[in-house]
């Protein structure tokens, strides 16, 4: 199994940017697609982006593309989000993790996860 935690959370203005840290360990990342979910208070969980292993192609939820974008050193076992032009509906806690399968298509697909860190995003 792989153990992640994420980092880089705080408050950033609308228009701002902040970049999101992964770090994972236990066994190597390279058997690992590495997905960003986020939750808002009263809402569910929704998925982010990810970037898998092989053939390492990224995805992203429609609402996020050209802001978001998900890269990944396996050689450091990290991964990052890259999140720019943030807006307040952007504010969610979020959590990194990860799956055995190269384009895992939901939630239960994904056997591990980070605490999360919490991005808030003010007008």
């Not at 998925?47 to 974008?69: A, D, E």
Request: with cysteine; aromatic share 10%.
């Amino acid at each position: 199994q792989v153990q992640l935690v994420e980092s880089g959370g705080g408050l950033v203005q609308a228009g701002g940017s902040l970049r999101l840290s992964c770090a994972a360990s236990g066994r190597t990342l390279n058997d690992y697609t590495i997905a960003w979910f986020r939750q808002a208070p009263g809402k569910g969980r929704e998925f982010v982006g990810l970037v898998s292993w092989n053939p390492g192609r990224t995805y992203y939820r429609n609402s996020v593309k050209g802001r978001f974008t998900i890269s990944r050193d396996n050689g450091k076992k990290m991964v990052y989000l890259q999140m720019n032009s943030l807006q307040p509906e952007d504010t969610a806690v979020y959590y990194c993790a990860a799956s055995g399968l190269t384009l895992p298509g939901n939630p239960s697909d994904y056997h591990s996860w980070g605490p999360g860190t919490q991005v808030t995003v003010s007008s």
